[in-house]
């Protein structure tokens, strides 16, 4: 997000943190008012008149937020009518904006009682590892992603297969990108929570590949050295794979670095190609 979108983002994570997360209770109290803010995104999502007037500036901000409250008032807890009304009362530059800033309180409500830093691991690892096993198995990933199957039926096999084996937070996030991902794929939303998850620790996530298992001082050397590199803590999410050869192939956001033996044979081609 830039310019007016920015502003109002960190405004809303301000009132989110101080005026519901602080007095937040119990850990599952954190999951459910993420999990009732998820439906105010799936609301936005299949109601296109509603989500542009409610992202038109023309609009008083204190009509959004009496319409959205009339909305919800019988459908979730009144801390996720407050949340979904400072969302939508602040400026947003459209409509994308506003329903992204809708989710992000929902992703940064399901893992607040999670902000130590074994926690947000542990997580990120969680969703890190189902992604892998998604990409791995093409029969799970086809039933989790067949078109026309009800989100109902998504839901229940993620929970067949990842109840009580997860943090309740990780189930959460997996179950909404299985069930509504917003357009993007399975892989692509597993991702962008985990993006936000290492956002929400003010952190990067490091996809590492290996043609080898990394040791734990291997790990941590390379963790402090992107850390130096990035002027931030780096998360690792670390793949092995051994069609890679040797080396280490490293994605940090956009910005991949390719050190593999493969990527370097890979190079060689092309230029000979060219």
């Given at each position: 997000m830039r310019g007016i979108s920015r502003t109002s983002l960190a405004e809303v994570t301000r009132r989110l943190d101080e005026n519901v997360l602080a007095s937040a209770g119990t850990p599952q109290s954190g999951v459910s008012?993420?999990?009732e803010l998820f439906e105010v995104v799936a609301l936005l999502g299949n109601e296109h008149s509603l989500r542009r007037w409610l992202a038109d500036q023309a609009?008083?901000?204190?009509?959004?937020?009496?319409?959205?409250?009339?909305?919800l008032e019988s459908r979730v807890s009144p801390s996720a009518v407050l949340v979904a009304g400072d969302v939508v009362?602040?400026?947003w530059s459209g409509p994308r904006d506003l329903v992204d800033a809708m989710e992000r309180m929902a992703v940064y409500a399901t893992v607040a009682q999670l902000q130590t830093a074994s926690g947000l691991d542990e997580l990120e690892d969680e969703l890190f590892r189902f992604q892998r096993i998604v990409i791995a198995q093409p029969a799970l990933r086809d039933a989790l992603t067949r078109d026309g199957a009800a989100p109902e039926l998504r839901l229940s096999l993620v929970e067949n297969l990842l109840s009580g084996k997860v943090h309740p937070a990780t189930l959460v996030l997996v179950g909404e990108a299985v069930a509504r991902p917003r357009g993007r794929t399975l892989e692509q939303a597993l991702d962008n929570f985990g993006q936000l998850?290492?956002?929400r620790a003010k952190r990067y996530v490091a996809v590492v590949r290996s043609a080898v298992a990394l040791s734990e001082q291997q790990q941590s050397r390379l963790g402090a050295a992107l850390s130096r590199?990035?002027?931030r803590d780096i998360h690792l999410n670390i793949e092995v794979a051994p069609e890679i050869v040797g080396g280490l192939s490293i994605q940090v956001g956009d910005e991949v670095i390719d050190g593999t033996i493969a990527g370097r044979i890979a190079e060689a081609q092309r230029r000979l190609a060219g």
């Open positions: 008012l993420g999990s609009n008083p901000a204190e009509a959004k937020s009496g319409l959205i409250g009339q909305l009362s602040a400026r998850v290492a956002e590199a990035y002027g």
